[in-house]
């Protein structure tokens, strides 16, 4: 009876499979065996081999893939084992999982909720599990491209030139380069910092192909990267981005001394974020050039009073001098007047306003500073940046608590003349032409010092229109509104004169 039944089941298998028993990956002596007491691995095999690949119309589990849960920006790691290598996400439920073969967890989350398509992150093939072949496909594309945005010359060269607006999978419509980013926890302080660079033409233009970093090795760098494309990416699921995997390449760089979970000093971020892409990209070389200081960096030249600082000491002839220097500078720390100390009649607290043009007199070259320990100072601008980087100091440190200075700054949002301001340098090989700048992104602070937020407001070119970013809320707003904040501080872009266009 034994031999009945084995001799029943090896026709039913040779029936299904007919003229295949050589490349089942089985030996015919198995082949009675009951099929509940083969090993997983022998059953599978028996349909599939090895580097197969279907057409989209062959796999009948294509029409299973959910867009809605699909979301590639955070660490790529699986979910199970929190490993990052070799991971596949289940283009069904979103879930990331380790490996496709027997045994691993993308396989047994197969088996257990029949969920049937997986994407390799480091490369985008699909794969059908547990039956384990390829999937080819053009729909699959779109997905590619939101784990992986990609940007032809041609595509970044026409961003300024036409107003784009995309759908998103809810319907809802978001405009490339201006998305909300996601507010973790307390990131605020870096995301208005990203909406700013990402504005920046000539960085925005670097990182969009990664050809141009592919040799950087830095992290840092990379992450920045897929952010910016993220932002930009005009066939998003969504209208916004969560900049978790940034986040997390931040925190390793600085040692965590910017997190997510714990409010940061925006302004602070900035200069330590700009720096720091600056030497990655240069290899810690700081005088090497790179998209940063070609965007950012200016010369300032300082003259240290004779008899104070490090003009103290007696020069060759034996003589006191005043001592010149010059140094280059990615952003400019402009000094508030103090708030006033009493109310006024009505017993109201009193906001002073101060003009732009007042705070920067700071670098005619006349005006003295003193400093105890770099001496009485003057300073003036020797080369204009091609974008001007101001820092409001808004903020008064010490060892007790950190004082806010609620003075309202009054600036133009277009042409600022620096002509008018101070005297111009004469215009060098290599330096940017003309003194006349545009103000492109204002950033903000609202709320107690220790305790408040940050929003930015941004220029988009194509539209000449003016929007505010807090975190996913993005929404559009007059001009002369942009003036009547805490602004800490400001982007300027210089115009091309009419002899350079």
């Not at 955070?74 to 999982?97: D, H, M, Q, R, T």
Request: glycine letters at 6%.
């Amino acid at each position: 009876m034994k031999r009945e039944r084995e001799e029943e089941q090896d026709g039913a298998f040779a029936e299904e499979f007919p003229d295949k028993k050589s490349k089942l990956g089985i030996e015919e002596s198995s082949l009675g065996q009951d099929m509940d007491e083969l090993p997983v691995t022998a059953v599978f095999s028996a349909n599939t081999s090895k580097g197969q690949v279907k057409k989209g119309r062959d796999c009948p589990y294509l029409d299973t893939i959910s867009r809605q849960n699909l979301d590639f920006d955070f660490e790529k790691c699986c979910s199970v084992s929190l490993s990052p290598i070799n991971v596949y996400a289940c283009l069904v439920c979103g879930k990331y999982f380790q490996g496709r073969g027997p045994k691993t967890h993308a396989f047994t989350h197969a088996l257990d909720t029949e969920h049937h398509m997986y994407m390799k992150l480091d490369n985008g093939k699909v794969y059908c599990l547990p039956e384990g072949y390829e999937v080819a496909d053009r729909s699959l594309d779109a997905i590619r491209s939101v784990l992986n945005p990609l940007f032809a010359k041609e595509q970044v060269h026409s961003l300024d030139q036409e107003v784009k607006w995309t759908r998103a999978l809810d319907g809802t419509d978001y405009m490339p380069g201006l998305v909300g980013l996601n507010n973790m926890k307390n990131n605020d302080y870096v995301n208005v910092a990203m909406q700013i660079l990402a504005r920046v033409a000539p960085i925005r233009d670097f990182f969009l192909i990664p050809s141009n970093y592919a040799a950087c090795r830095s992290v840092l760098v990379q992450r920045f990267g897929e952010l910016v494309r993220k932002i930009w990416h005009p066939r998003n699921f969504k209208g916004q981005v969560s900049p978790h995997e940034f986040m997390q390449a931040v925190m390793a760089a600085s040692s965590k001394r910017f997190t997510i979970e714990q409010q940061g000093d925006a302004v602070e971020f900035w200069s330590w974020f700009i720096n720091q892409l600056h030497l990655d990209l240069t290899g810690g070389k700081r005088k090497k050039a790179s998209v940063i200081s070609r965007c950012f960096q200016g010369e300032l030249e300082i003259t240290t009073e004779a008899g104070t600082g490090k003009a103290r000491e007696p020069g060759p002839d034996g003589q006191i001098k005043d001592d010149v220097s010059v140094v280059p500078f990615l952003m400019l720390g402009l000094d508030l007047p103090p708030p006033p100390l009493y109310k006024d009649i009505m017993e109201q607290n009193i906001i002073p306003q101060v003009p732009i043009f007042d705070l920067l007199h700071k670098f005619d070259g006349s005006k003295v500073h003193d400093d105890i320990k770099g001496g009485r100072r003057r300073y003036r601008l020797k080369r204009l940046p091609q974008f001007m980087v101001l820092h409001l100091k808004r903020f008064t440190k010490n060892n007790f608590f950190i004082e806010k200075n609620p003075t309202i700054v009054n600036f133009p949002v277009k042409n600022l003349e620096l002509r008018d301001i101070l005297p111009v340098p004469e215009t060098q090989k290599g330096a940017a032409s003309g003194s006349k700048y545009d103000l492109i992104a204002n950033m903000v602070h609202d709320g107690k010092a220790d305790s408040g937020t940050y929003r930015v407001h941004v220029h988009r070119k194509v539209e000449d229109i003016w929007y505010e970013v807090q975190d996913l809320r993005v929404i559009d707003i007059l001009p002369q509104m942009v003036a009547l904040s805490e602004t800490c501080m400001q982007v300027y872009e210089l115009k091309r004169s009419k002899a350079a266009t």
